[in-house]
């Protein structure tokens, strides 16, 4: 059962344009929601987050959208940089669970390419 | 650097064998999370710690797997009479916040051959 899901594994964009990354969950009990970048060999690195009560959060180039009633969150990257090829992650957690753990449930992630 | 390590980063071993894996977490960080990637997944939750007491242990979790943390700072995660399905990345996340971004270690990689 794949709560979050990343259903595009891979994404090229040309430097300076925008890339969109898109997610989708079905657990309604999911409150909170990051993006993580991953390069190989490395651990996965926070980048943005969001909680269920606002619709947008924006950190310099980055800007994550939730739209809550069709379960979607979308990152935004404005203008996308050659550095920024890597695996992003989408992941949520729910904030008060059975265990009070704030586990992050998290998606199979999208590859992205920018290109110069 | 004052980031989560793990060590070892890398480690192969013979199917049968036990092997041991050491997180040290940000200091003051209360909270320290185990995830186990494969290839082609996003991370997966395997067990959490709230200072030195287990609270969750993900289903993923079998009985030839333990973790401790002694003392609420450094964790340990062992595998008994490893498998060749327990290759995988291995990483370690600690927060000191209830609701805020988990920071993850460089993780360990097994290689059971």
């Known amino acids: 059962d794949q709560q979050v899901k990343q259903n595009s594994p891979s994404l090229s964009v040309q430097e300076g344009r925008i890339s969109i990354l898109n997610c989708d969950y079905t657990?309604?009990?999911?409150?909170?929601f990051l993006w993580y970048k991953k390069y190989p060999a490395e651990g996965p690195t926070f980048l943005i987050s969001i909680s269920s009560i606002k619709d947008k959060n924006e950190d310099g180039r980055f800007t994550v959208f939730l739209n809550k009633s069709a379960k979607h969150l979308s990152l935004h990257i404005v203008p996308s940089q050659p550095g920024d090829s890597a695996v992003y992650f989408c992941?949520?957690?729910?904030?008060?669970?059975?265990?009070?753990?704030?586990?992050?449930?998290f998606g199979t992630g999208t590859r992205l390419q920018v290109f110069p | 650097d004052t980031g989560v390590s793990q060590n070892p980063r890398h480690k192969i071993t013979k199917r049968g064998q036990n092997v041991t894996f050491r997180c040290d977490p940000i200091?003051?960080?209360?909270?320290l999370y185990w995830y186990r990637q494969t290839l082609g997944q996003g991370p997966e939750f395997l067990t959490y710690f709230q200072n030195e007491a287990q609270l969750e242990k993900s289903r993923l979790l079998s009985d030839r797997f333990s973790a401790e943390r002694p003392k609420g700072s450094f964790s340990t995660l062992e595998i008994q009479r490893t498998e060749q399905g327990d290759s995988a990345m291995y990483l370690c996340?600690?927060?000191?916040?209830?609701?805020?971004?988990?920071?993850f270690g460089p993780g360990t990689r097994l290689t059971v051959l």
């Open positions: 996340a600690t927060t000191g916040r209830a609701d805020n971004e988990q920071f």
């Open positions: 657990n309604s009990m999911f409150d909170y």
């Open positions: 992941a949520a957690s729910e904030r008060k669970d059975l265990y009070n753990t704030d586990k992050l449930i």
């Open positions: 200091s003051e960080h209360n909270r």
